[in-house]
Nanobody, 127 residues
Framework: QVQLAESGGGSVQAGGVLILSCEISGDIERYCLGWFRQSPGKEREGVAVLDTALGRPQYADTVMGRFTISLDSAKNTLYLEMNSLKPEDTAIYYC?????????????????????WGRGTQVTVSS
């Protein structure tokens, strides 16, 4: 059974950098790994996903060119490097894992494509 635990959140000024980590336990061979975020009053939003089999990342338009998702297989850790942070990036960030087949049906950015979630880590960007 896959379990996920995020870390690395915090407070930063606009333009700053944060790197989130997601420690993974269990077999992720048939999973895609993603990062989502949710701010008060808004739906959970897909930020980035990585197909562990193909190694291809995808990003939301709102973070394209600023965020990078990566996986260190030796450490079983998923990362989200966030550059040029903006106040609108403020949210709780979640790590998620979902079967590739489910993502093919519902789309990578749909929360229902993922059946394993971490508890989240808060990111706050001040102007």
């Amino acid at each position: 059974q896959v379990q996920l635990a995020e870390s690395g959140g915090g407070s930063v000024q606009a333009g700053g950098v944060l790197i989130l980590s997601c420690e993974i336990s269990g077999d992720i061979e048939r999973y895609c790994l993603g990062w989502f975020r949710q701010s008060p009053g808004k739906e959970r939003e897909g930020v980035a996903v990585l197909d562990t089999a193909l190694g291809r990342p995808q990003y939301a338009d709102t973070v394209m060119g600023r965020f990078t998702i990566s996986l260190d297989s030796a450490k079983n850790t998923l990362y989200l490097e966030m550059n040029s942070l903006k106040p609108e990036d403020t949210a709780i960030y979640y790590c998620a894992a979902g079967a590739a087949g489910r993502i093919a049906i519902y789309g990578w950015s749909a929360a229902r494509s993922y059946n394993v979630w971490g508890r989240g880590t808060q990111v706050t960007v001040s102007s």
